[in-house]
């Protein structure tokens, strides 16, 4: 008999509870990263003499700390479970975000002795100081970066384990056929919270101070671990799940059982399974992961970081102009896009009756022709700003179209015991790719301007942000078929 309808009752929605509980955590974690993007480069930069060669380290050194921190997450959220796991992730990124908020008050003090706790003081006895001793400066910059690095570490540790506490409550709240779309459902807070990003922070900033940006968007994350303590069991402890939605949720394991008998190599999932780190790496379909995670997601941190920058630069709209609001609101706008590619999959499995792996396979080689389009980013742009704008947001919205399939592989072949270890390992490669381009982008804009560099008929950083445009253009079609070659068909693991 169909488990869905084995019960005889009406099926509860409450799954969609936890995913809306999802939505709104990636909604605040994007908020706490964009503070620094939107506030760096006509707010902070100013004040600290930062180059994009320390705006690059400090991304870069985010990005290289989180890729190690997913890493250990996944295994620590495996061990304690999804509902402490993620109150500990949001409280340590929270916090981190808040840290931001004193890092101007701790160079004033570091630098000059004079220790004056207000942010207003603190900005205009450091002016003044450095009007009267120049050779300051150069003190003032690196003082703040470190200051801000350390800042950037504690936001890094607690947010890499959001994505391995994400996945894991999907993989244990949705069936393997629903998760893509779930996934895109929470997924798409990432976007929304980008789209709320330009018209609140900058706005912040210009009226209290880049300080009360960062504490203000901080404090989100704490109200949100109000609710989630109350609202979170597991779908058998959980009284608002009635029997119909559990066993609608549990419909796999009928599934698996079955492929057991087929060419598929299959196993029913042990509940207490384990996986060490080294033994997650020795799987083939980790790898396919991997991979399809280390440059997609090197594309997507360049655009997170560097899109108000690149608006900035290329075009002369600071973040807090109404154009420059526009351009990063636009961009987020069509990545929305991305919350029908997430059905993608879903529609695949039901009407060509694929298993999970082949449907997310089939869809992730559409959205990898999207990014395709970014070879003409540079050269459009010469017509008008808006034309690289939507093809920039075409390009997020297909990544976030990958990004919430590519997740989902994990839980399609390894079992639910250990999804937020393979998850973590994953994360990785996401973290190295992250360090990668943001790093890179750095130093290859510092050095592109300082030399006049010359790249298909642009020069300075507008050739810089060429070269960029152009690995992010193939980096997608290049990993699907990497993950093709390591996993060719649908293969349950084997613990």
């Not at 609101?329 to 919350?339: E, G, H, K, V």
Request: hydrophobic share 50%; glycine share 8%.
């Amino acid at each position: 008999m169909n488990p869905i309808n084995a019960t005889g009752q009406r099926m509860t929605n409450y799954r969609w509870v936890i995913c809306a509980m999802l939505f709104f955590a990636l909604v605040i974690n994007y908020l706490d990263r964009q503070v620094l993007s939107l506030t760096w480069k006509n707010f902070i930069a100013p004040e600290f003499h930062w180059t994009d060669a320390d705006y690059g380290m400090l991304t870069g050194v985010f990005s290289i700390v989180y890729a190690v921190a997913m890493l250990l997450a996944g295994r620590l959220v495996d061990r304690m479970g999804t509902k402490k796991g993620y109150l500990i992730a949001i409280f340590v990124w929270s916090t981190g975000a808040c840290i931001h908020t004193v890092c101007g008050i701790l160079t004033n003090g570091f630098v000059t002795g004079d220790w004056i706790w207000s942010f207003a003081g603190a900005r205009e006895h450091l002016e003044s100081s450095m009007a009267a001793v120049p050779a300051i400066a150069l003190t003032v910059t690196s003082t703040s970066v470190w200051l801000f690095m350390i800042a950037r570490v504690v936001l890094s540790l607690g947010e890499a384990g959001n994505f391995p506490c994400s996945i894991k409550a999907v993989a244990e709240y949705f069936p393997k056929k629903d998760r893509g779309f779930a996934t895109g459902v929470f997924n798409s807070g990432s976007q929304i919270g980008a789209l709320l990003a330009p018209f609140t922070i900058p706005v912040i900033a210009a009226c209290y101070g880049w300080e009360m940006s960062f504490f203000i968007i901080g404090i989100l994350g704490y109200l949100w671990m109000g609710v989630w303590i109350f609202v979170y069991r597991r779908p058998r402890e959980n009284r608002r799940v009635n029997a119909a939605e559990l066993a609608y949720i549990e419909q796999d394991n009928a599934c698996d059982a079955v492929a057991e008998k087929t060419d598929f190599t299959a196993e029913q999932e042990p509940q207490d399974a384990r996986v060490g780190l080294f033994k997650a790496f020795s799987f083939r379909q980790t790898w396919a992961v991997i991979f399809g995670r280390f440059l997609p997601d090197s594309v997507w941190w360049f655009l997170l970081f560097w899109a108000p920058a690149f608006v900035s630069e290329v075009y002369g709209y600071p973040t807090s102009s109404t154009e420059g609001m526009l351009a990063v609101f636009t961009i987020y706008l069509i990545s929305m896009l991305s919350l029908a590619g997430s059905y993608l999959p879903t529609f695949f499995i039901n009407r060509n009756r694929l298993n999970p792996y082949s449907g997310r396979m089939k869809a992730m080689l559409i959205f990898a022709l999207f990014p395709l389009l970014g070879f003409g980013v540079m050269p459009l742009g010469r017509v008008s700003m808006w034309f690289p704008v939507i093809i920039i947001g075409i390009m997020a919205a297909a990544h976030q179209s990958w990004s919430a399939n590519v997740y989902n592989v994990v839980s399609d072949m390894f079992p639910k015991a250990v999804v937020a270890t393979v998850t973590g390992a994953a994360g990785l490669a996401s973290g190295l790719g992250s360090f990668m381009s943001n790093y890179g982008a750095g130093e290859l804009f510092t050095y592109a301007d300082e030399v006049q560099m010359h790249f298909m008929g642009f020069e300075g950083k507008q050739a810089g942000y060429m070269i960029v445009f152009i690995a992010a253009s193939v980096a997608y079609l290049v990993s699907w078929i990497l993950m093709k070659l390591l996993v060719p068909r649908y293969k349950l693991v084997k613990l």
